[in-house]
DNA sequence: CTGTTAGCGCTTTCAT
DNA sequence: ATGAAAGCGCTAACAG
């Protein structure tokens, strides 16, 4: 039999309407306003739908009523876990709505960004949102022409058109750092995956809170231009104790690279949190079962999801929310991977 | 500023092919068969789009050629890191070429699986990928009618209406399990989420092989309905040693599973793969860098989702595949979770 | 190489 | 409560 190639004739609205003894119209009331049509009528011509196996073109739909209802998602990364949960944030907000989620991929590329906008503009989507390549100007002109609510999912301090949903992640890191110092770490690592708006300002964050402290030491950062992974957290380990050998923590970007630095120093019986201090990045799902628990920086990636959507959805009822960026702030989650803060009990 | 809400008219083909004192089609043209319309012409509508900001609206197009560039993929939830590896299976095939992908989620829910595939196929996409929920006669149905290339990600044996890209599951972990046996290990638990025809498929084969070797015991046996996480790896072993405080192995439905049970094994100070064995499904990215690195089998998920890709660009240019099933095997990955077999070195 | 004429399948607007 | 007419923005099919 093989890959089907449908040469039958779709069902049509005419189709059941003229089955129906009736005009197109009505079917088509059936299926958007029941109550504007008598209920017997109603009914006769939904067993007509169901029988004949009539599904609406949704293209000629969109194009007749000049509205889509899918929003569009574009995210830099299938792979980067950060990414999933976001993901199902927005799910969770428009699962029971009307509204469908088209998934868009920039593979990390700005070209390919631009190119994807363009493409679910063209789509006339109901609302857009765009997350994890922020602050290019040309992307921004886009939004501004939009003929649909955008939501950004962005850095505190970024200008956005639209709404944006923010996080402070420079902010974030300098505390996580901040933290660990207190904990009495004094040569404290950086890995990271690929540095994009947000690497970057984590980055900064970690140097900042090092500079601070007098500890700072540009050998000490590592990163490999790609989506992080438990290997590659393994392997920049290595790297970094290569390089430095007296390393005595690591501040990870990452959960993932965290979850691979545990399992590199298990292999090279580091103790931690004694010998070596760990923290991660996102508190995924996996953070709190790790042995010992991993202590963490919580972004709220399911609500950001979540908060982006709903504005969408506000958005397009015509209740557009606030003016402006929303920050959703973030939660340094203490566990077991970092010592007790020297002078805490 | 707020949400974005134009009212802003679009710019169309006629308001571009009316600046350039041209008809709309070869506008249009320029779009699509460039070669078809002089260089020079070309040149000036080129830049004309450009300035105008034109961008052609899909669902008009889709409409008038009734053809549509959109693959539609239907998975069972995103939180299962087998369906992302899956997915950029799918992703790697289709990029460059002029597909776009559109997820869509079952949440594991046969209701949920029957409304959405209706939908894409009213949305006329040019092929369907259904991953997850197979062997429902229902949807069956509906793909024998579908007027677009269907490709089913299914289990060995299973019949399906158009392509199906195969896995034997059963027979998969009936091997892991025996090799398991032939390791030593004897009171071998089973620890799996949801109970998909998948993750059935598993269990019996987990039974055969158990059966088999007169060590079968359905306390053994934990399930827990969601989609397995590190987190859930963890809960069942504790349950399992409670029940079966003998248990000296465990067969993970998905190294997720694994990665929780390996980490309560640390906690408990259980010795792996001395004292306690453990074998996980799918080889995902982090089963290489546990400590111990972890004994899985691998389930060919990129691939997969490449292949079935693949069949449908070629069903759509009309080179349809063979008329059937393809079975990509699976692997045991022997790594460090579980003991030597008996006899070899 | 460029244009004309239809019409995709549906919804809008205005009647009745 | 139902319908007629018009048209959404584009492309197919055929001219020239």
New interface residues.
């Given amino acids: ?8 004739e ?1 069902t049509t609205l005419v189709d059941v309407a003229s089955r129906a003894g009736v005009s197109a119209i009505t079917v088509s009331r059936v299926l958007r306003e029941p109550e504007k049509v008598s209920s017997s009528l109603r009914q006769r011509i939904l067993e007509l739908i169901d029988d004949m ?1 009539y ?6 739909r ?2 007749a009523s000049r509205h ?1 209802s899918t929003f569009g998602v574009l995210v830099p990364s ?2 980067n ?1 950060a990414f ?1 949960s976001f ?2 944030g927005i ?1 969770e907000r428009v ?1 029971d709505t009307h509204f ?6 920039t ?1 990390n590329s700005r070209d390919e960004e631009q190119r994807q906008v ?2 679910l ?4 989507t109901a609302g857009i949102i765009l997350a994890g390549l922020e602050g290019v100007e040309a992307v921004n002109e886009l ?9 950004q999912v962005v850095d505190v301090g970024l200008q956005t ?3 944006g949903i923010a996080v402070d992640h420079s902010d974030a890191a300098a505390a996580a750092v901040r933290h660990m110092i207190a904990c009495g770490y004094k040569r404290i690592g950086l890995v990271g995956g690929s540095l994009d708006e947000r690497g970057r300002r984590r980055t900064d964050g970690y140097s900042r809170s090092m500079v601070q402290a007098g500890l700072y030491d540009p050998n000490l950062i590592h990163h490999e231009n790609a989506t992080p ?3 590659m ?2 392997r920049l380990l290595r790297r970094l104790m290569r390089i430095c050998p007296d390393v005595d923590a690591v501040f990870c970007e990452n959960d ?1 690279l965290a ?2 630095v545990l ?2 120093c ?2 090279l019986d580091k103790k931690v949190p004694d010998e070596f201090g760990i923290c991660g990045y996102n508190d995924l ?2 953070a ?4 010992p628990p991993l202590t963490t920086v919580r972004i709220p990636l399911f609500e950001m999801g979540f908060r982006a959507a709903d ?2 959805v ?2 397009v009822d ?1 209740r ?5 960026t929303i920050n959703l702030g973030y939660e340094l989650i203490e566990r077991r991977t970092l010592r007790r803060p020297i002078g805490q009990q």
Same sequence: chains 1, 2.
Wanted: glycine share 10%.
């Fill in positions: 039999m093989g890959v089907k190639r449908g040469r039958s779709r196996g599904v609406p073109d949704q293209a000629a969109a194009l889509n299938l792979t876990r999933i993901m199902q799910e699962r469908r989620i088209q998934y868009a991929n593979h363009k493409l503009m063209s789509q006339n939004v501004r022409r939009a003929s649909c609510p955008v939501v058109p639209g709404v992974t438990t290997q957290g393994c993932d979850l691979g399992f590199e298990q292999r799902d996996f709190s079962v790790t042995e504005a969408l506000r958005g015509g557009p929310s606030e003016p402006n």
